[in-house]
């Protein structure tokens, strides 16, 4: 039974996330198109061309001594030989080791996320991606003392 393009594509976005977890800069540098492409990392200006876009993963990898995807509410939408992720990413990272040789304090963050892929004769490659923050709920700055005056 072959499988949908549907699926292509989810399998590619799953092994995008994958590759950033194994720490695999060759393999996560194939995923990518060799024409222009785009990226932009939370907080990041927006970076253009595979030069800058993979030097970006590289010194993410080089700086990051744990990190693991959760991928939830994951989107496929496709339109002929191009393929729009949606998805959100909860993320589990954790810094260098540390003077007693473990791994830094872990922080977990919550991303959205858009990754087009274009089909290839060698599969489905990625075009962009572009990550955002979730902003959180509480915001340490408000006076938990003030009542909410929103309307019922």
Same mark, same amino acid.
């Given at each position: ?6 699926? *292509? ?13 194994? =720490? ?6 194939? *995923? ?73 304090? *872990?922080? =977990? ?13 060698? =599969? ?29």
């Amino acid at each position: 039974m072959s499988r949908t393009d549907i699926e *292509l594509v989810e399998e590619a976005n799953t092994t995008f996330y994958e590759t950033m977890e194994r =720490g695999d800069f060759d393999a996560l540098s194939d *995923l990518w198109l060799d024409d222009e492409i785009s990226c932009v990392h939370p907080g990041w200006p927006v970076l253009s061309g595979r030069g800058e876009v993979l030097r970006s993963y590289a010194l993410i990898m080089a700086n990051t001594e744990y990190i693991q995807f959760f991928l939830t509410d994951v989107k496929v939408s496709l339109t002929g030989d191009t393929a729009l992720v949606t998805c959100t990413e909860n993320i589990l990272s954790g810094g260098p080791a540390e003077e007693g040789g473990e791994l830094g304090p *872990l922080v =977990g963050q919550l991303v959205v996320a858009t990754n087009v892929f274009r089909r290839t004769p060698e =599969g489905w490659r990625i075009w962009s991606h572009h990550g955002s923050p979730v902003l959180t709920e509480t915001d340490p700055d408000a006076d938990p003392d003030t009542e909410d005056d929103s309307p019922s």
